[in-house]
């Protein structure tokens, strides 16, 4: 039973760290790199908590968070994303098995697009000049904020 209690205070400390991100990102536009250290951190305490075997787990858990970084480094690249948002979300897949980060990542693509029209509407009715910044890790830490919601609290349906 303390191994269960010990799960849902890491879920708890994941969820403090991702309100703080979303928090951070929509006040300053920045996502700090030791914000993103720590959910990173976390994981391989989720991983042991959970059960998760060194082979093939935790290995499959690291290449999954190498391919997720890859993938939106490229988006980064193009200008598309931030490089805290590309590290938030590397540090998350560490968390979720690929199945999971793929329905984050739909979600997450979904609330991307209530945010981007939110502050583009903010942006032009303030008259503010240049491009606007989207905070993205809102959209980002929703989407894992709804996974965890979703894998603890759905079994109750």
């Keep these: 039973m303390t191994g269960e209690y010990f799960r849902l205070a890491l879920l708890c400390a994941l969820g403090v760290l991702l309100i703080t991100a979303s928090v951070t990102d929509l006040r300053s536009r920045i996502i700090s790199n030791r914000l993103n250290l720590g959910i990173a951190a976390l994981a391989p305490l989720w991983w042991m908590a959970s059960g998760l075997p060194l082979w093939p787990g935790m290995v499959m858990q690291l290449a999954l968070a190498l391919a997720v970084f890859a993938l939106f480094t490229t988006?980064?690249?193009?200008?598309?994303?931030?490089?805290g948002d590309v590290k938030l979300l590397g540090a998350l897949a560490l968390w979720f098995p690929w199945h999971a980060v793929l329905s984050m990542v739909v979600v997450m693509a979904l609330m991307g697009g209530v945010v981007t029209i939110v502050t583009v509407v903010h942006h032009r009715t303030t008259r503010r000049l240049g491009q606007p910044q989207i905070p993205y890790?809102?959209?980002i830490s929703v989407a894992a904020l709804w996974l965890i919601g979703e894998r603890y609290l759905n079994h109750f349906a």
């Design 75 to 83: 988006l980064f690249a193009m200008g598309c994303m931030g490089g």
């Design 137 to 139: 890790g809102i959209a």
